[in-house]
């Protein structure tokens, strides 16, 4: 099923509404762009920014935007490989920038994450979604699209679930809430988790500003490129998986000294997956109670947001509002009405 021939139009391959979109003022000067809420029969394309999906996976996570009405296609090479990525540099950007400039597509899911996207970040071309707003959904690997696309073009995107979907990992909530992100105008409202890693961290009081951010690591190695979103005023997001206590520590304190975190209005925690130390030494909440305490804003942690059971999804570059007491993480929507 997932290996059809290849479409004309894009360099895609089909496994399956247009509108100009508008620009919105933001606080500030920031010129914002929101792509139209999809719809049934929506287009949308599956591209492989960085690692090779898992062909059950995805069939997985193409049958569940199916059951919302969508019309699937698959970037030419979603499903290539070249050592550990997806395709060579020029392939999967080619694929990616097929999918952002094509105007019959109003939405670009990408397959998976791993590693990838800051070899081809450079050379994305962000004329398509200036002149066409397009939801654009993925996490991890793919913070530096996300990046790019809001530095240059404004263009609120989605932190989310990928197409290389586990039922185990990312279930029927979590769907549903991918789902009412892209396809309704409602605002997103993410509840403190007791039971996540970053629960404990907690710095009262209230902020509001664009939220921007993403995986933890990537922000940190994106630093002085020009994929990194400018964090002043703004609810700085983070998470991230597989990373020492230590190595937190290390990533946070790289904010601090280049002045990030002394610029942010607030910090919303995701889920700090897999984060063990040696033991005796701090675990991964006292490490953010350490680096976080002290700046002077609120911060709220354990939301499920990011590599963890249960994810759910965000936009990116939409005004929020963190409410650190009443535990909550309120995000205007990411789409606009068509």
Same mark, same amino acid.
């Given at each position: 099923?997932?290996?059809?021939?290849?479409?004309?139009?894009? /360099?895609?391959?089909?496994?399956?509404?247009?509108?100009?979109?508008?620009?919105? +003022?933001?606080?500030?000067?920031?010129?914002?762009?929101?792509?139209?809420? @999809?719809?049934? $029969?929506?287009?949308?394309?599956?591209? !492989?920014?960085?690692?090779?999906?898992?062909?059950?996976?995805?069939?997985?996570?193409?049958?569940?935007?199916? !059951?919302?009405? @969508?019309? #699937?296609?698959?970037?030419?090479? #979603?499903?290539?490989?070249?050592?550990?990525?997806?395709?060579?540099?020029?392939?999967?950007?080619?694929?990616?920038?097929?999918?952002?400039?094509?105007?019959? &597509?109003?939405?670009?899911?990408?397959?998976?994450?791993?590693?990838?996207?800051?070899?081809?970040?450079?050379?994305?071309?962000?004329?398509?979604?200036?002149?066409?707003?397009?939801?654009?959904?993925?996490?991890?690997? &793919?913070? !530096?699209?996300?990046?790019? @696309?809001?530095?240059?073009?404004?263009?609120?995107?989605?932190?989310?679930?990928?197409?290389?979907?586990?039922?185990?990992?990312?279930?029927?909530?979590?769907?549903?809430?991918?789902?009412?992100?892209?396809?309704?105008?409602?605002?997103?409202?993410?509840?403190?988790?007791?039971?996540?890693?970053?629960?404990?961290?907690?710095?009262?009081?209230?902020?509001? /500003?664009?939220?921007? /951010?993403?995986?933890?690591?990537?922000?940190?190695? !994106?630093? $002085? +490129?020009?994929? &990194?979103?400018?964090?002043?005023?703004?609810?700085?997001?983070?998470?991230? #998986?597989?990373?020492?206590?230590?190595?937190?520590?290390?990533?946070?304190?790289?904010?601090?000294?280049? $002045?990030?975190?002394?610029?942010?209005?607030?910090?919303?925690?995701?889920?700090?997956?897999?984060?063990?130390?040696?033991?005796?030494?701090?675990?991964?909440?006292?490490?953010?109670?350490?680096?976080?305490?002290?700046?002077?804003?609120?911060?709220?942690? $354990?939301?499920?947001?990011?590599?963890?059971?249960?994810?759910?999804?965000?936009?990116?570059?939409?005004?929020?509002?963190?409410?650190?007491?009443?535990?909550?993480?309120?995000?205007?929507?990411?789409?606009?009405?068509?």
């Amino acid at each position: 099923m997932l290996r059809m021939g290849a479409a004309a139009a894009g /360099g895609a391959v089909l496994v399956g509404g247009l509108e100009t979109g508008a620009a919105q +003022a933001a606080p500030g000067a920031k010129r914002v762009l929101r792509a139209p809420a @999809l719809a049934p $029969g929506d287009r949308v394309r599956v591209v !492989s920014p960085g690692s090779t999906p898992d062909p059950t996976n995805m069939a997985r996570g193409i049958e569940i935007l199916r !059951s919302w009405g @969508l019309e #699937v296609e698959l970037g030419t090479h #979603v499903f290539a490989t070249y050592g550990y990525l997806a395709g060579t540099d020029a392939q999967r950007l080619a694929d990616l920038n097929a999918a952002l400039n094509d105007p019959g &597509i109003r939405a670009v899911f990408a397959a998976r994450g791993g590693y990838g996207t800051q070899r081809i970040v450079d050379g994305i071309d962000v004329s398509g979604v200036r002149r066409d707003p397009r939801v654009v959904v993925g996490f991890s690997d &793919i913070t !530096s699209i996300h990046g790019k @696309l809001w530095r240059e073009a404004g263009l609120v995107t989605f932190y989310g679930p990928m197409v290389n979907w586990s039922d185990d990992r990312t279930g029927p909530d979590s769907a549903e809430a991918l789902r009412r992100a892209v396809m309704t105008t409602a605002p997103v409202t993410i509840t403190r988790d007791p039971a996540e890693t970053a629960a404990p961290v907690l710095v009262p009081g209230r902020a509001s /500003g664009p939220l921007l /951010g993403g995986c933890l690591t990537l922000l940190s190695t !994106s630093l $002085g +490129a020009g994929d &990194i979103p400018k964090f002043d005023d703004a609810i700085l997001f983070f998470e991230d #998986v597989d990373e020492a206590p230590y190595s937190i520590d290390m990533m946070l304190t790289e904010l601090r000294r280049v $002045g990030v975190l002394s610029r942010v209005a607030g910090v919303a925690i995701g889920q700090i997956t897999n984060s063990v130390g040696e033991p005796g030494e701090w675990d991964a909440a006292a490490v953010l109670k350490d680096r976080l305490s002290d700046l002077g804003v609120p911060v709220l942690g $354990g939301l499920r947001l990011g590599h963890g059971n249960g994810q759910l999804t965000v936009p990116l570059g939409a005004r929020a509002t963190i409410d650190a007491e009443a535990g909550t993480l309120t995000v205007q929507p990411g789409v606009r009405p068509r």
